[in-house]
């Protein structure tokens, strides 16, 4: 009934139990309870509507809305969490097969990793199949990265996101020339010889390019001079014949392949070839061929959607299930893998996992658990809009799971050396923190976290000696300390380093053991190298 709804309901309710007169009081716990994330204000005013609404009722009129609420039940039910996947009712008939269908020319971010997520959770919960595709025939532009399939496969394997079967479009061009030779053949596409502007300029006006209309026997035979390298780049394109007419002028007539001279690429089997098809093009016959049923991709892919429909139409397919879904941003964060790229190869980033990015192999080195990104990225489920990760709820996810594993210890960026006089046991020096002392003076008393109480009595540069005075815990303040301590390096958030000296317990520790350093936070060993450990800062 919705909120309006419900709120009205238990005003006639309650006015009936008080002789016609609800109380508003008793309608903002109802809805309240009903909706325990409603703002008062906004709650309050809902019920004064209510009831007021409720009270204008003469009797016959309250009577009759009480017996037809009375027939639906009266029993308070907090609304059940949503469900932020929405279930496939499809899934009955047809098996869910997803896939994941990054270009390569970047370890992926966390945008990229929604759409790896949510189809790997949609497979799963069907007892599908979770594919990776990558989508790697842009030569030119987005190429691709060395060793892409161990880096994409560490992260996925990494958010528990193992594919169940891995292809890459650069292995199937022949498959590509295949379809686009049908195409041709059948008058589904034209090979377009145009100059860009002047094409552009027609389809603008909604105009038919003359080579739309040259037969389809010259059609293929120029397709067949495209792939001997007979045709040079810029100087023919192959496009799909569509509606002139659509509103949307980017549908109009899409291309499916250009021509490529020179074209860079990791995979051998591309060396040497002059046709490279689209992301659409490649990305539509492979969905079919694959027997892909749930497509997970961006918003902005929607018009994509529209224009390989003509393609499956032409081919008499069914077109899969979809869900288009927002971008994500996180404020403080690069997620942008070009803009990524450009900037390592500037030297404004130490790389693909330096902290100030948003990829997930930076969330990984910096400490954060998979089950953090994970459960971020199912909260904003399939949702169409675009959102904001917020930092606050990820250090919190995180900061829960990690906090049991972490040992605290002390670390100083400039340690000082503390002389107790009459100090009991072997506890006479001590390594304190240079910072925290500054603002002590002589005859302050101060209270060693976990050990004993000290009174200041005299302060040097690189000294500061005091008395024991007790070990009762008093209301003094608590400073860090250790005997030994431990060189250590630690990368901060902003790539910038600390240096200093830890507590000598990290000296028994491993790469990708965490630790929590009072009045800094938790970090994690990334690596230990002759004899100094360098972690890496995770969050407060």
């Known amino acids: 009934m919705g909120i309006e709804g419900d709120a009205y309901r238990y005003a006639v309710k309650n006015a009936i139990l008080h ?12 809805i309240k309870a009903l909706y325990p994330k ?4 906004k709650t309050m005013e809902i019920a004064l509507e209510a009831v007021k609404k409720a009270n204008s009722l003469d009797e016959n009129e309250l009577k009759k809305e009480f017996e037809k609420f009375e027939k639906q039940g009266w029993e308070l039910k907090p609304k059940e969490k949503e469900e932020k996947l929405p279930l496939l009712e499809w899934a009955k008939k047809e098996k869910v097969v997803t896939r994941y269908a990054p270009n390569p020319n970047g370890p992926f971010h966390l945008g990229n990793a929604r759409t790896a997520v949510l189809s790997k959770e949609y497979a799963k919960r069907h007892d599908g199949k979770f594919i990776l595709r990558f989508d790697d025939t842009d030569p030119k532009v987005k190429k691709p990265i060395a060793n892409a399939e161990r880096i994409f496969k560490e992260d996925l394997h990494w958010l528990d996101c193992d594919p169940d079967e891995t292809f890459f479009a650069s292995d199937r061009l022949d498959i590509y020339y295949s379809y686009l030779k049908t195409t041709l053949q059948k008058g589904f596409a034209y090979i377009c010889q145009c100059k860009s502007e002047e094409w552009r300029e027609k ?10 209309e040259i037969k389809a026997r010259e059609q293929v035979k120029l397709f067949d001079k495209m792939l001997k390298g007979e045709v040079k780049e810029g100087t023919a394109v ?15 007539d899409w291309w499916a392949a250009k021509i490529v001279d020179k074209a860079i690429h990791t995979n051998p089997n591309a060396i040497g070839k002059h046709v490279w098809p689209s992301y659409n093009f490649a990305s539509a016959i492979d969905d079919h061929l694959l027997k892909v049923t749930l497509v997970i991709r961006g918003q902005e892919h929607e018009q994509n959607k529209t224009k390989q429909e003509f393609l499956y139409k032409y081919l008499g397919w069914k077109y899969p299930h979809c869900f288009h879904i927002g971008r994500i941003s ?8 070009s803009k990524i790229k450009e900037g390592i190869e500037k030297g404004q980033y130490s790389g693909w996992d330096d902290p100030r990015l948003g990829t997930i192999r930076a969330f990984r080195r910096r400490g954060f658990k998979p ?13 169409t809009n675009d959102s904001v990760v917020q930092w606050a709820k990820l250090i919190d996810l995180n900061k829960k799971l990690i906090e049991p594993e972490s040992e605290r210890m002390a670390f100083f960026e400039e340690p000082l050396q503390l002389d107790i006089h009459l100090a009991p046991g072997q506890m006479g020096k001590l390594l304190v923190n240079k910072k925290a002392f500054e603002k002590f003076k002589k005859g302050n008393v101060v209270r ?20 024991f005075v007790g070990t009762a815990k ?7 300390w250790f005997r030994e301590g431990k060189d250590v390096e630690i990368v901060m958030d902003d790539d910038s380093k600390k240096l200093g000296i830890a507590d000598n317990k990290i000296a028994g520790k491993e790469k990708g053991d965490r630790v929590y350093f009072d009045g800094l936070g938790f970090c994690i060993i990334d690596a230990i190298e002759e004899g100094k450990i360098m972690l890496r800062f995770t969050h407060k």
């Not at 002789?19 to 109802?30: F, H, L």
């Not at 996180?330 to 893998?337: A, E, K, N, V």
């Open 19 to 30: 002789n016609g007169k609800a109380s508003s009081g008793a309608i903002v716990g109802k």
């Open 448 to 467: 060693l976290r976990q050990l004993f109480n000290v009174k200041i009595t005299k302060k040097d540069p690189l000294q500061v000696f005091a008395d």
């Open 238 to 252: 192959i496009r799909i014949k569509t509606n002139l007419e659509h509103k949307d002028p980017s549908t109009r």
């Open 38 to 41: 409603l703002d008062i204000k």
């Open 474 to 480: 008093v209301n003094k303040p608590i400073v860090g």
């Open 203 to 212: 389809i603008k006006k909604k105009q038919a390019c003359p080579c739309r």
């Open 371 to 383: 089950e953090v990104l994970k459960e971020a990225l199912f909260d904003l489920g399939v949702n």
């Open 330 to 337: 996180l404020p403080g964060l690069m997620l942008s893998t």
